[in-house]
């Protein structure tokens, strides 16, 4: 703290379980280098200049526990307050902006987080941990030049990132902790991170030197550099950890060039770093595709705009196959016309019918339960989004608990129902269809439905174990469900032959001609 400026923030691991910010809980205000709440605005001042680094105080307040508070929000209070901010830094040379989550993952109003960021180089986040080692890169660039730049943690992974501005343009080096030696190009810098609109590459093309940062325990013993395969020399230190080998950029003023610059110290230990550079702007060069859609799409918008539609197309087919005449069984058949039947079996059953269409009624307007959202307070959770302590937060995580529901348990509910019912028009009971041939299919298919009955269980456990005990029985969605799923079970395979009567002889008919 004596020797290094510190600035910390929160991330959704600090807001877990946390009923206010002047909780005894909020170890954020204790333990923090900043010991300060919300967004700010930090101004590191050189003789050379000004450099804003602007937080991103998205963590909600109050905090629910896992997993609803996955997605950051900000209000109109904090979008003014940070609009403020971005003004201010105008005025230095660059602006930095920070935060836990990356904006894909923010939820905010008009105009947006990422049109307010649209004058800072950089955005700096992490939150999404690599997605588990499947995204050990997730870098892209905003419209308007601005770089989103997540980074994996440090708990598991030992992260870390080290910045640079070299003459205002930005380089910057992605590391594993206690790799050696640490090697970082400033000149010329990466093409791709480049953004003509907040950087000057001009004054790549007229630079005298490439300069390079390296640190490492050990000396350092040499620094190769070359450029498109042709060893240019070696770089000979400056101060510090600069190194620098003159050069004529003139040299590469067209098209592409790779610059490869290794490291070597005392210790033997050897790293390389490389990177593609250009003097022309009107050429181009692009994020991969995946991490830009992780961080430039809007995820709570598809996960509420899937879940719409998810819903929307099992009510459809509900009362689509409930007023529509059913298909004569004729001839051979095939599988299609076989499911169009038993569905217009099941959604002319009432029993059937109503039970599944208020229940994707119920997902949509919910409640899904009710419990202690947060220690000591209660709240409500609906597919929109969750009350408690006082305060409704946006539905985001929320609808994609909805979507799992929905494909791993009520549409396989359904189906599995349909099946059901098309048997017992054939005349089957339940153990009458298990010796009657195929009956290594049946089975299957009931195992399939009793593994997702036990995932069902297994999230009312869930629930009990982190909501309570209340949540647990006053839980429409998980534990109520559970009882519906075994009625209807239980119901399909005791119905009464005259509530199947039609079709019963439609299907006889069929079977006998």
Known sequence: ????????????????????????????????????????????????????????DA????????????????????????????????????????????????ISPAPGIRTLMSSATAYLCGHLHTMGGLMPVLHSQHRGGTLELELGDWMDNRRYRILAFDHDLLSFADLNFEEWPVVLITNPKSFLYSSSAHEPLVKILYSTHIRILTFSP???????????????????????????????????????????????DASGRISTRSHIFAMEENLSRRFDFWPSVILLSDHYVLARVLFGLIVLIQITLLLVFRYVQKPALKGNPGLLTLTSYSLHVFSKTNTFYYSVLVLNLYTILGPWFVGELIDGQWGACFSFGVFVG???????????????????????????????????????????????????????????MALLLAWQLYSCYFLQRTYGTVAFFLSPMRTWLVVLTLALIYKTWTLKSSELRTYIVEMKTYQSS
């Open 59 to 106: 963590t909600l307040s109050p905090g629910p526990k896992r997993p609803y508070n996955f997605f950051g929000i900000l209000n109109m209070t904090q979008m003014a307050q940070l609009s403020f901010m971005a003004t201010e830094s105008l005025h230095s040379n660059h602006t930095i902006w920070f935060g836990h989550y990356p904006t894909s993952t923010i």
């Open 218 to 264: 050990s000396v350092i013993v040499s620094v190769k550099v070359y450029i498109d395969r042709v060893h240019l020399g070696n770089a000979h230190q400056v101060s510090g950890p600069l190194y620098v080998l003159r050069w004529n950029p003139q040299n590469y003023s067209e098209g592409f060039h790779h610059i490869n610059v290794t490291v070597q």
């Open 1 to 56: 703290m004596e020797k290094t400026k510190w600035i910390d923030i929160k991330g959704n691991h600090d807001s877990f379980n946390i009923p206010h910010l002047d909780s005894i809980q909020n170890y954020y205000r204790k333990y923090s280098a900043w010991h300060k709440d919300g967004s700010f605005h930090y101004i590191h001042t050189t003789s050379f200049g000004n450099y804003s680094f602007i937080c991103v």
């Open 390 to 448: 006082g305060s409704f937060l946006q539905g985001s995580v929320t609808f994609v608990v909805g979507i799992l529901q929905i494909l791993f348990f009520n549409l396989p509910l359904m189906a599995y129902l349909c099946w059901c019912l098309f048997l017992r028009c054939r005349g089957h009971s339940f153990c009458s269809h298990i010796r009657h041939g195929h009956h290594l299919m049946a089975v299957l298919i009931h195992l399939a």
